[in-house]
């Protein structure tokens, strides 16, 4: 067998027969990966699970009659799923760049994508996140120096 073509010194991959850049792995870079793409696979399948988990209580939620609670119970499984799903993606780019030869580059591609989706997503959801905490203590903080003052916070809080 020969050996895989690498990368030239200038950083650009030797081009194929047909004009196309290939490249391949080593053996241990390629383990690397394997365990990487198992890693996240395993995550993300864990996360569909509490995702779907969450469904199941917001469905009992609802049942019981705390619509309010459901509905961001069934945001939040909502949003696991779709955590779970680029997850699972990913390990799925990642583990085909383990099993084929001459498609690396594309398949890490095709997995850096759905890494960038998903730290993307978690990047706007931790401001989010934030920026309700900050809102709730500072609505929290306005209303105690409020009620301390005799007077009355707002509507349901009042």
């Not at 990047?123 to 409020?146: F, K, M």
Request: net charge positive.
């Amino acid at each position: 067998m020969s050996a895989a073509p690498r990368a030239t010194a200038s950083g650009e991959p030797p081009r194929g027969a047909g004009g196309d850049a290939r490249y391949e792995f080593a053996d241990a870079d390629k383990e690397s990966f394997r365990a990487l793409a198992a890693s996240v696979s395993f995550v993300g399948v864990c996360t569909m699970l509490f995702g779907a988990l969450a469904c199941v209580f917001g469905a009992g939620l609802l049942y019981f009659g705390f619509a309010l609670y459901a509905g961001a119970t069934s945001g939040l499984a909502a949003l696991l799923l779709v955590i779970a799903w680029w997850m699972v993606s990913a390990g799925r780019s990642l583990s085909a760049l383990v099993r084929t030869r001459g498609r690396d580059v594309e398949d890490l591609m095709e997995a850096v994508s759905q890494f960038r989706l998903l730290f993307g997503f978690a990047r706007v959801a931790i401001v989010l996140v934030t920026l309700a905490a900050v809102g709730g203590v500072g609505l929290y903080v306005w209303c105690t120096l409020v009620a301390d003052r005799g007077g009355k916070c707002l509507g349901p809080w009042g």
